[in-house]
Nanobody, 116 residues
Framework: QVQLVESGGGLVQPGGSTRLSCVAS????????MRWYRQAPGKERELVAT????????IYADSVKGRFTISRDNAKNTVYLQMNNLKPEDTAVYYC?????????YGQGTQVTVSS
């Protein structure tokens, strides 16, 4: 079955950087578009970044454009989210996601806290 396992994140100072990883299994990874979402306390889940397949087109929310970079390594079944110039408002649980067979799949999420 589809499994998505995120890692990375943690506590980061404002202006700092971190990289999230998501290892996928249970499906042919290179065929599918992958996404990163985030959810802050008391807020709705927000789409942050998308990387398509094939083609690798990258699409970003306005709030992270120019600061975050999504990428994928099809040989490793992994999607990444490089997060630079982090702000306190980036604090959230980050989830990777794919859509397969009319079902949305999410990982368990990884916490990113931006604070001094």
């Amino acid at each position: 079955q589809v499994q998505l396992v995120e890692s990375g994140g943690g506590l980061v100072q404002p202006g700092g950087s971190t990289r999230l990883s998501c290892v996928a299994s249970g499906f042919t990874f290179n065929y599918y578009t992958m996404r990163w979402y985030r959810q802050a306390p008391g807020k709705e889940r927000e789409l942050v970044a998308t990387i398509t397949s094939p083609g690798g087109e990258q699409i970003y929310a306005d709030s992270v454009k120019g600061r975050f970079t999504i990428s994928r390594d099809n040989a490793k079944n992994t999607v990444y989210l490089q997060m630079n110039n982090l702000k306190p408002e980036d604090t959230a649980v980050y989830y990777c996601n794919t859509y397969k067979g009319s079902v949305l799949y999410y990982g368990q999420g990884t916490q990113v806290t931006v604070s001094s």
